[in-house]
């Protein structure tokens, strides 16, 4: 049998995270993506399938403030910023979908993030 690949189980992982997880109208699910470089996340209705809110690095606004930190800072800024869209959008509680990564380090802190700014999980 080959040996898998670190992305191979990560995808494994998701999978069996995501077929416990499922966002609703009430509780919406806040998806995590991570890359080398970048952080994403997304708060996602899965009965209706759109995104409700979403945040990254990638934006322009939040790219000017993070310039020259670092990831785990940039982590900690993206899950603030989606937490108050969220609570302008008038989402109080979500449900939690690491994306296979382990709940540890930028993830942990996005979301350590997210419920400062008033999310609950």
């Known amino acids: 049998m080959a040996k898998l690949t670190t992305r191979q189980k990560r995808v494994r992982r ?5 077929s416990k997880v499922n966002g609703t109208t009430e509780r919406p699910r806040l998806a995590v993506f991570r890359s080398g470089e970048h952080i994403y996340a997304q708060i996602i209705n899965d009965v209706t399938g759109r995104t409700l809110v979403a945040a990254s690095t990638l934006e322009p606004e939040i790219r000017q403030a993070i310039e020259g ?12 910023v989606i937490g108050k869209r969220a609570r302008e959008a008038g989402i109080e509680q979500v449900v939690f979908d690491r994306g296979g990564f382990l709940y540890h380090g930028r993830v942990a802190d996005l979301a350590t993030a997210a419920r400062e700014s008033g999310l609950r999980f």
């Not at 998701?14 to 995501?18: A, L, Q, S, T």
């Not at 930190?69 to 603030?80: L, M, N, R």
């Open 14 to 18: 998701h999978h069996r995270v995501r």
């Open 69 to 80: 930190q670092t990831k785990t800072q940039q982590a900690h800024h993206v899950g603030d």
